[in-house]
């Protein structure tokens, strides 16, 4: 399996002050991950994944009471971003194997979690527009930090490990696959995050939703009680 060709210069121009606050935002994580991790890209992923699959599972709850309090059909939302928040923790899962995280990152990841999950919440209850721009915005700048990733193996910066197996039945990757391979998929991942929470922003704010890039194709997780059964 090979990733998707993706675009990697999507970006969202700012439109009004909500777009706005979601882009700065945006911006000053951006400045706190590079400040305390630099280039150590093994260990910005391993924290960042943590932070990443709060908002889909935020989203999905919060459309999964609306819609029983409504009675009405989601329209796939819910579906969409438990399967966000399912992808981004393998995600994490991944680059646990790469870079164990230390105990002051299990620490961060710890306060990060609890600090942003309730952020998110409020935000998404206050304006789930404002919430998918954020998500779109973030999932813009991992697909940059990616792009970096990439080019510090291609350079030699970072080892080239072979893949976690893990990874390698996630994705299907090839036995002989290597942490490229990985962070190859991982990227195309997230350029489907991007734009899908930007067209759930856009359809919210009643403008075209654009085109969504492709996802790459994994296996579909299933639970115990179903491999049982």
Known sequence: MTAPLIDLGVHHNPRGLSDRVAFGFTKALRWSADTFFAERYGHRAVVLETVAAVP?????????????????????????LMDEAENERMHLMT???????????????????????????????????????????????????????????????????????????????PEDATLRDVVLVVRADEAHHRDVN?????????????RIAECPPHVTLEPNWKKAA
Request: net charge neutral; with cysteine; aromatic share 14%.
């Open 56 to 80: 889909g599972m935020v989203g999905a709850t919060i459309n999964h009471l609306a819609c029983l309090r409504r009675i009405c059909d989601d329209k796939g939302w819910i579906k969409t």
């Open 95 to 173: 680059f646990i194997e790469v870079s164990q995280p230390t105990r002051f990152e299990r620490a961060v990841i710890i306060g990060v979690q609890w600090v942003f999950y309730l952020f998110f919440f409020a935000l998404y209850l206050i304006s789930s527009k404002t919430a998918h721009r954020v998500v779109g915005y973030f999932e813009e700048e991992a697909v940059i930090s990616y792009t970096h990733y990439l080019a510090e193996i291609d350079e030699g910066r970072s080892p080239n490990v072979p893949a976690p197996e893990i990874a390698k039945k996630y994705w299907g990757l």
């Open 198 to 210: 930007h067209g759930f922003a856009n359809e919210l704010a009643g403008i075209p939703v654009g």
